[in-house]
Antibody
Framework: EVQLVESGGGLVKPGGSLRLSCAGSGFTFSDYTMTWVRQAPGMGLEWVSAIDKSSTYIYYADSLRGRFTISRDNAENSLYLHINNLSAEDTAVYYC??????????????WGQGTMVTVSS | DIQVTQSPSALSASVGDRVTITCRASQGISNSVAWFQQKPGKVPKRLIYGAFNLQSGVPSRFSGSGSGTEFTLTISSLQPEDFATYYCLQHNSYPPAFGQGTKVEI
């Protein structure tokens, strides 16, 4: 079964940092660009960041650049998102999803169940 | 960056109704559009890819159309399980952008 499983969320104080993880299984992880999407409570979906198969090309939402770092370990079939200097506005469910931008048939076809990040003192 | 405007933000409909949701891109994006359905507390589910291709397992009452800058998701006969929030996504270039969402309610 093709699956993505996120972990690493939790309650963090403002100014803190966090590393989210996403484990892929059931498919060849290294064949896909991987993406993070987040959703604040009661709000819409927000694209966060993407990293290509070999970590050569990395993209971030303009508003998040500087505090977010995406990375991957193909040997471990894992995707990561490190977030620094967290604020209340980062409170959201963070999803990972697979898909290469112009490979339409597989773009964001599989999502993880999400991991909740709550930033509060 | 390419902006996406989705409308309406919400609509009320009844079982059996035909429902249409529209997304407009700020510039041409070929057919690089996907549509997602999300129910409360659940993971988004892809319904349509490449503007008009139905995801495997998705009922045929869902359809997508459009190209260039204007795209449409149509539900031909609304069913009780279709009450949800729907999002379009442009992925023609980075950064991809989701529409604001359309909540379909009774």
């Amino acid at each position: 079964e093709v699956q993505l499983v996120e972990s690493g969320g939790g309650l963090v104080k403002p100014g803190g940092s966090l590393r989210l993880s996403c484990a892929g299984s059931g498919f060849t992880f290294s064949d896909y660009t991987m993406t993070w999407v987040r959703q604040a409570p009661g709000m819409g979906l927000e694209w966060v960041s993407a990293i290509d198969k070999s970590s050569t090309y990395i993209y971030y939402a303009d508003s998040l650049r500087g505090r977010f770092t995406i990375s991957r370990d193909n040997a471990e079939n894992s995707l990561y998102l490190h977030i620094n200097n967290l604020s209340a506005e980062d409170t959201a469910v963070y999803y990972c999803a697979r898909g290469t931008l112009h490979e339409t048939a597989a773009y964001l076809d599989i999502w993880g169940q999400g991991t909740m990040v709550t930033v509060s003192s | 960056d390419i902006q996406v405007t989705q409308s309406p933000s919400a609509l009320s409909a009844s079982v059996g109704d035909r429902v249409t949701i529209t997304c407009r891109a700020s510039q041409g994006i070929s057919n690089s559009v996907a549509w997602f359905q999300q129910k409360p507390g659940k993971v988004p589910k892809r319904l349509i890819y490449g503007a008009f291709n139905l995801q495997s397992g998705v009922p045929s009452r869902f359809s997508g159309s459009g190209s260039g800058t204007e795209f449409t998701l149509t539900i031909s006969s609304l069913q009780p399980e279709d009450f949800a929030t729907y999002y379009c996504l442009q992925h023609n270039s980075y950064p991809p952008a989701f529409g604001q969402g359309t909540k379909v309610e009774i």
